[in-house]
């Protein structure tokens, strides 16, 4: 596709669930980045990944959140035994040639009861 | 650390007037700066970025943004506001420790705009 593309779009789950989240970068696009956007805390850096480097976790708040990426290309987020405050908008950015700019997703709305 | 400070949480212009949206930023080295736009349920788009060079760097959408290192801002600025700017602008800071790394990044909490006829 020609954007970045996210699903779900919309996650509602139970408190102590796992979730998944999927971001399919832009074609050829190297990096690609987690952020997690919440009411409390704004706009978070949670983990990018490089090419075959191993990947920086170091915005990850938790060893309830592990994220990997496939082929270079797709990269899905996941979240163990989700808490309340897991509670955000997941949003997935790739970059590519256009040195500094990040392509962002629409992101995914996780909800959790 | 580095951080950003956006110290409007809100702003209201009216059509056709000039605006600035604040930001500074606290980093050790020479930043990486960029200007971040999201209008209701999209994603960000940037508008502009400072990575060396020209202090006053240009956008899309006609922004443009000084970069003052001597203030620790990089303030965005539009000659006349269209209805269609009304979204939330965020300034950000980018690691500069090579390759990709700019993408990095660390937020201010953000400047909802309200544009009225």
């Known amino acids: 596709g020609a954007g970045v593309s996210q699903s779900p779009s919309n996650k509602v789950t139970e408190k102590g669930k796992d979730v998944e989240l999927r971001c399919d970068p832009i074609?050829?696009?190297?990096?690609l980045y987690w952020y997690r956007q919440s009411l409390g805390q704004g706009l978070e850096f949670l983990i990018y990944?490089?090419?075959?480097?191993?990947?920086?976790k170091s915005g990850l708040p938790s060893d309830r959140f592990s994220a990997e990426r496939t082929g270079g290309s797709v990269s899905t987020l996941t979240i163990q035994r989700t808490q309340q405050e897991d509670s955000a908008v997941y949003l997935c950015?790739?970059?590519?040639?256009?040195?500094?700019?990040?392509?962002f997703g629409e992101g995914s709305r996780l909800t959790v009861l | 650390a580095q951080s950003v400070t956006q110290p409007d949480i809100h702003i209201t212009v009216s059509e056709g007037a000039s605006l600035e949206l604040r930001c500074n930023y606290s980093?050790?080295?020479?930043?990486?700066l960029f200007w971040y736009v999201q209008s209701p349920g999209q994603g960000l788009q940037l508008l502009l970025k400072?990575?060396?060079?020209?202090?006053l760097v240009q956008g899309i959408k006609g922004f443009e943004a000084e970069f003052k290192r001597s203030q620790s801002s990089f303030n965005l600025r539009k000659p006349s506001v269209h209805w269609s700017d009304a979204a939330e602008y965020f300034c950000?800071?980018?690691?500069?420790?090579?390759?990709?790394?700019?993408?990095?990044?660390?937020f201010g909490q953000g400047t909802i705009l309200t544009v009225h006829p």
């Open positions: 950000a800071v980018g690691a500069a420790g090579g390759g990709t790394s700019y993408g990095k990044l660390t």
């Open positions: 400072y990575f060396s060079g020209d202090t």
């Open positions: 074609s050829g696009h190297t990096a």
């Open positions: 950015a790739s970059s590519g040639t256009s040195v500094g700019e990040l392509f």
């Open positions: 980093y050790g080295a020479t930043p990486y």
């Open positions: 990944f490089q090419g075959n480097s191993a990947p920086d």
